[in-house]
């Protein structure tokens, strides 16, 4: 499975983005998928997870500003980020997981993207 992540960009405080995730090679139908991302000198965190049958999870400091969504259809998934702020800036990965379930851990996950870079500036 291949990921190819794409919409970071540049934006200021309290704006919005819609990052994409696309798969190829394989159908991402009966897979879970979450999105991480990691800040300049930190580990990277989970962000945001949705599993096959479309339940969703989210860390805590995203909840109602974030939401994951897929599309079967487009082998892809969407993460909307909303009220962005300037800790929200970072890297931010996409994976799949060969399981239907989320997790929150890395582990979990056994395809990664590349990343595609969020700068929210104040």
């Known amino acids: 499975v291949q990921l190819q992540a794409s919409g970071g960009g540049l934006v200021q405080a309290g704006g919005s983005l819609r990052l994409s995730c696309a798969a190829s090679?394989?159908?991402?139908?009966?897979?879970?998928m979450g999105w991480f991302r990691q800040a300049p000198g930190k580990e990277r965190e989970f962000v945001s997870a949705?599993?096959?049958?479309?339940?969703?999870t989210y860390t805590d400091s995203v909840k109602g500003r974030f939401t994951i969504s897929r599309d079967n259809a487009k082998n892809t998934v969407y993460l909307q980020m909303t009220s962005l702020k300037p800790e929200d800036t970072a890297a931010y990965y996409c994976?799949?997981?060969?399981?239907?379930?989320?997790?929150?851990?890395?582990?979990?996950?056994?395809?990664w993207g590349r990343g595609t870079l969020v700068t929210v500036s104040s």
């Open positions: 949705i599993s096959w049958g479309g339940g969703r």
């Open positions: 090679g394989r159908t991402i139908r009966t897979h879970a």
């Open positions: 994976a799949v997981s060969k399981r239907g379930s989320v997790d929150w851990s890395e582990s979990w996950y056994d395809y």
